[in-house]
Each structure stands twice: as structure tokens, then as C-alpha cells.
């Protein structure tokens, strides 16, 4: 019996945004253990927030993960490269985007940066796609240079001549941006409006006082997390109150707060959202297969080829019979079919939202555009990487700790904290971090007396490492990317094949799309599932105290 699951609806989207801008509310009970009250503030003030479950950020669909055949889908090797051997993994649920970040996704976060930045050019060149990607030596593709990104015309197509690392800047964005506007929003920080002066005065950027330098600098999320936020900006009128007794009576003061202290949002709160950001090569190809649509109590009916049920490429259903379900080229100068019967109705790229959507509601993860994954590209991945979460790109990095007496984060100009190479696989001793020795060399660890190698892209690789790009072009900047494009034949419809690209590499035919961890119970819907009804945990109705007389 096939099944469709679309998860995840617009109004159980909304749902979850909810639960977790509600998550902050204090909830009852004791400690299981000690037997404390919790969010007690004569006790020592210790909060615990309700249990949530929080639901996906803007733009996102929730993916219930499990286990799956990673190349299983593929039935030819056409290029003889071995490179995608079937093994059997296990993806844990994750969010990923319904949709490729379209042009107008890209033109908001330049206008960003130039209203932030206004006079920060290079920022803004960085982040400027290369629309150059379009010119070809015998294309007339010209009108593509100056329009593709730019005009209306094509708002709601793909952004293309993205970088792997214009892409993953762009998620680190997204993701403080969303925050943000949760903050703002539910009134955890200033509004917009506050910030703009009630709508009487000139809008401003909005920007944040930060208690360590008195300027004003974007929102970052991790220097929030870390308390490096304070003054007008920071503080909204609905903060949370701070139960702890030693608490400052004057914080929230500059946001009218006169009923005891108050405090920001902290990650236990369960209210921010967690990083945007690339997904992984298994759960691109996980969420692209979508077989949770043809699978019951954990019988599989049907494989698949593509990101839809047949072995063909055009619809078999009696009102769009024959039609191409994806954006592809079909032959040689063949890339929309014939003048008055338009097949798949696309010359290049299509909009994000065309063609029907696979069975977890994706759509275009077939043809269109390429996407980016995060992995580094490795033809042995498929042998050599782990069978949970599977993932080559690990190179392990620290926020730099400016003053570590008041832990405080090292910032760049752009207000966000600077990142430094992690200097051990484990957590050191307080005499280790205090040390002058660890302050004057961070790279170093006491390991077994060697220095601690943070990247482990080229973990269990048996190549020499000084041979690549030598002898290959594949090197530890080269990724992954999937899925096939408007100018790429059917073969590379299928989730399972591979190619590489190096990271300050563009195309016109690779975009990109975000994803995103789940927190908490894998299971995305219950209802309708047997379940295990355990008992009300009866620890607290066992303690008691003896009364003296």
C-alpha cells in the first residue's frame, strides 16, 4: 500500500513557532532527585522550562529520519567512478527547506549588508553572486548577466554562481536574522518599532548596545547566548524574570522593567531556533529518495530511481500524461521540448516552487538547479564514513575566548564571535585552559605530547594527503554536490549520484538549499502509531518527611 506524507503543514509550522515562543513559561514540579522545587526563587531560583517540542524554523520542513540504503538507488554507473557503493546508514530527523533559496532570498540579504554596512564595499562584493557564471564563448546568454539575478522576472528563481562558501555564509545569516526577529517579535529584546522610535522617529538599523565596547553592531546569536548583549536594544518588556536571589535588581531598567530583576533567553529556554545550514550528502540524498512515502510498518513497497515513484521521467496520470516531472535536459539541444507544446515549460531554471513535490513536500530536489551539501568530497566516502549521521567535513573549531575571567567572546567587525581551531578532542582541565603556556599557544595540546589536528575531513583516508591536487583534483576544499540541473541529462536525477566542486567555485547550474538539526524525539507525527504508555514515575510521591513531635 503507498502512502504520501507530506509533513508538516503551514499551520502546524505555526503551531510549533508557538510552543516555542511559549517554551519560556515557568513550569511546576521538583527535582526527582534532590527534591527542590524548581523556579522557586526563595530556594536558589533554579528554572526549568516546560518540555517542548520545538518546531522547524521559517521555510523548513520536518524530515523524520531512519535508516536507508545510502547509492542504493542507483543502477548504473554510467562514468565508472565507484564512487557511491551502497551502504546502509542511519540519518537522524532533521529540518530541511521546502524550497532553494530563491533570488529574492539572496537580493534580501544584500540589502542587508548594504543597509547595515552602507559603507563596507568589500562585505557587500563578497556576498554578491558571480553572475558571470551565465557567459559561455558560443552562448548568447548575455541578458542572464545583468537580469537573472536582478529583475522581477525571475525573483522566485534559483540563486545560482553561489560559492559552498557563500552559501554557508549565508546560512550563519539566516540563522541570526530568524533569532532575532523571535526575540524582537515576542518582545524577549526591543521591537522593530521600538527600535525605530515607536514609528514617530527615522528607522535605524537594528542593532544592538553591547556592554563590552558601547557600540552598536549587528545580532549575533551566540554573543546573545553568551550575555555580551545589555542597554537600549537588548532588553524588551517581556524578558523573563531571573529567579536567582543574587540577581541584578537594574537589569531590564532600560526596558521600563520595575518588578524585580529580569533576564535574557537562554538556550534552555527552548525559544531560539537551532543553526541554518548546510545539509549533509546522506540527508540531501535521504529527504531527495522521500521513502517514508512508500513505506509501512517498516515495509518498503517500492524502491526508487528518482524522487518520485516509476522508471520513467514523465507523468503517467491521465491530465498531465507524458508530461517531464523535473526541470532536465532531455537530449542534445533539447532543454524545454518543442516551440507551442512546451514540455517541462522551462528554458533554464524554473521557479523554486514547480513540478510537484516529492513525498516529504521537497521541491525541485530533482533537476533545476544542483544543490550544495556540506560534505567533502572523497570517492571512498561510502566506505569510510560512520553508519549514524553519517558525514566528511569535520573540522572542529572554538569560539576565542576574549577575557576568561568574565568569558567573554572575541568579536570581528561584524559583531560576531571569531572562530579558532579547536586545540584538543577533549575537554581540558581548568589548569590546562589557565595556563600561560595554553594562552600563548592555542594549537597545541597535551596529547600524548603532539599537537591536536582539528580538521578531520581526511579522517581514515588512506591516500597521501600531499598527492591531492597533484595527482587528482579532488583536495580538501572540494564538495559534494547533487541532484542534477536544468542542463544536466536524466542520469543525474538520481539522489544517489555524486560530483565535486571546489568551495570559491560557482555555476550556473549549483544552488543550494538549508537545513537544519532536530531536537529531541526523532518521531515527527505519533498519531495513529502504537506507543508505549510508560507509568507516572512515582519517585516523588516517595519521599517524604518525618514529622518530630
Known amino acids: 500500500m503507498k502512502r504520501k506524507i507530506i509533513l508538516f503543514t503551514t499551520g502546524l509550522l505555526a503551531f510549533g513557532v508557538l510552543l516555542s515562543s511559549c517554551s519560556?513559561?515557568?513550569?511546576?514540579?521538583?527535582?526527582?532527585?534532590?527534591?527542590?522545587?524548581?523556579?522557586?526563587?526563595?530556594?536558589?531560583?533554579?528554572?526549568?522550562?516546560?518540555?517542548?517540542?520545538?518546531?522547524?524554523?521559517?521555510?523548513?520542513?520536518?524530515?523524520?529520519?531512519?535508516?536507508?540504503?545510502?547509492?542504493?538507488?542507483?543502477?548504473?554507473?554510467?562514468?565508472?567512478?565507484?564512487?557511491n557503493l551502497k551502504r546502509r546508514v542511519t540519518v537522524p530527523s532533521f529540518y530541511m527547506d521546502e524550497t532553494e533559496v530563491s533570488n529574492v532570498d539572496w537580493l534580501e540579504y544584500l540589502y542587508w549588508i548594504r543597509r547595515t554596512f552602507p559603507s563596507d564595499r568589500e562585505y557587500y562584493y563578497n556576498a554578491l553572486p558571480d553572475t558571470l557564471v551565465w557567459r559561455q564563448p558560443l552562448s548568447y546568454n548575455e541578458p542572464y548577466v545583468t537580469n537573472y539575478l536582478r529583475h522581477p522576472a525571475f525573483q522566485d528563481y534559483?540563486?545560482?554562481?553561489?560559492?559552498?562558501?557563500?552559501?554557508?555564509?549565508?546560512?550563519?545569516w539566516r540563522t541570526d536574522r530568524v533569532n532575532e526577529n523571535i526575540l524582537r517579535d515576542n518582545g524577549y529584546m526591543a521591537t522593530y518599532k521600538?527600535?525605530?522610535?515607536?514609528?514617530?522617529?527615522?528607522?535605524?538599523?537594528?542593532?544592538?548596545?553591547?556592554?563590552?565596547?558601547?557600540?552598536?553592531?549587528?545580532?549575533?546569536?551566540?554573543?546573545?547566548l553568551n550575555g555580551q548583549y545589555t542597554g537600549p536594544g537588548a532588553e524588551g518588556k517581556k524578558m523573563p524574570k531571573d529567579l536567582n536571589p543574587a540577581a541584578s535588581t537594574t537589569a531590564g531598567a532600560t526596558a521600563g522593567k520595575s518588578k524585580g530583576p529580569v533576564r535574557p533567553i537562554r538556550l534552555e529556554d527552548g525559544v531560539l531556533k537551532q543553526p541554518y545550514r548546510l545539509p549533509t550528502e546522506?540527508?540531501?540524498?535521504?529527504?531527495?529518495?522521500?521513502?517514508?512515502?512508500?513505506?509501512?510498518?517498516?515495509?518498503?513497497?517500492?524502491?526508487?530511481?528518482?524522487?518520485?515513484?516509476?522508471?520513467?521521467?514523465?507523468s503517467p496520470k491521465k491530465k498531465t500524461q507524458g508530461m517531464i516531472l523535473a526541470n532536465f535536459k532531455r537530449g542534445e539541444g533539447d532543454n524545454m521540448g518543442t516551440g507551442g507544446y512546451l514540455n517541462d515549460k522551462a528554458d533554464i531554471t524554473?521557479?523554486?516552487?514547480?513540478?510537484?513535490?516529492?513525498?516529504?513536500?521537497?521541491?525541485?530536489?530533482a533537476g533545476n538547479v544542483n544543490e550544495w551539501t556540506a560534505?567533502?568530497?572523497?570517492?571512498?566516502?561510502?566506505?569510510?564514513?560512520e553508519d549514524f549521521s553519517p558525514f566528511r567535513g569535520n573540522e572542529y573549531v572554538n569560539k576565542e575566548v576574549k577575557d576568561r575571567t568574565t568569558g567573554l567572546y572575541t568579536k570581528d567587525k561584524y559583531g560576531r564571535p571569531v572562530k579558532v581551531a579547536a586545540k584538543s578532542g577533549k575537554k581540558q582541565k581548568w589548569s590546562e585552559i589557565d595556563s600561560a603556556a595554553a594562552k600563548a599557544d592555542t594549537l597545541k595540546s597535551a596529547i600524548a605530547g603532539k599537537p591536536y589536528d582539528p580538521d578531520f575531513r581526511g579522517e581514515k583516508d588512506t591516500v597521501n594527503a600531499d598527492l591531492y591536487g597533484v595527482t587528482t583534483l579532488v583536495n580538501d576544499r572540494s564538495k559534494v554536490y547533487k541532484g542534477g540541473s536544468w542542463n544536466d541529462r536524466a542520469y543525474w536525477l538520481n539522489p544517489a549520484t555524486r560530483r565535486f566542486k571546489q568551495q570559491?567555485?560557482?555555476?550556473?547550474?549549483?544552488?543550494?538549499?538549508?537545513?537544519?538539526?532536530?531536537v529531541g524525539a526523532p518521531e515527527v507525527i505519533s498519531k495513529g502509531k502504537p506507543q508505549f504508555k510508560a507509568p507516572k514515575s512515582k519517585a516523588n510521591s516517595r519521599v517524604k518527611t518525618p514529622s518530630v513531635k
Open 194 to 224: 521600538d527600535m525605530a522610535g515607536g514609528g514617530k522617529g527615522k528607522a535605524g538599523a537594528a542593532t544592538t548596545t553591547t556592554a563590552s565596547s558601547g557600540s552598536s553592531e549587528p545580532f549575533n546569536t551566540d554573543i546573545y
Open 504 to 518: 570559491d567555485d560557482a555555476s550556473a547550474e549549483i544552488g543550494f538549499r538549508c537545513a537544519m538539526s532536530m
Open 282 to 314: 546522506a540527508e540531501w540524498e535521504y529527504a531527495a529518495l522521500a521513502l517514508a512515502g512508500n513505506t509501512e510498518y517498516e515495509n518498503i513497497s517500492d524502491g526508487k530511481i528518482y524522487t518520485w515513484n516509476g522508471l520513467g521521467v514523465r
Open 375 to 385: 560534505d567533502t568530497y572523497r570517492k571512498l566516502s561510502f566506505e569510510d564514513f
Open 158 to 172: 534559483p540563486v545560482v554562481g553561489v560559492t559552498w562558501e557563500q552559501a554557508n555564509q549565508y546560512a550563519e
Open 24 to 83: 519560556s513559561k515557568k513550569s511546576a514540579g521538583a527535582s526527582s532527585k534532590t527534591g527542590w522545587k524548581y523556579n522557586d526563587k526563595y530556594n536558589g531560583g533554579f528554572q526549568v522550562s516546560k518540555k517542548i517540542k520545538p518546531g522547524p524554523g521559517p521555510g523548513l520542513i520536518a524530515i523524520e529520519g531512519g535508516t536507508f540504503a545510502m547509492g542504493g538507488s542507483l543502477n548504473q554507473d554510467l562514468a565508472y567512478e565507484y564512487d
Open 350 to 365: 524554473a521557479p523554486v516552487v514547480a513540478y510537484l513535490p516529492n513525498d516529504f513536500g521537497l521541491y525541485n530536489m
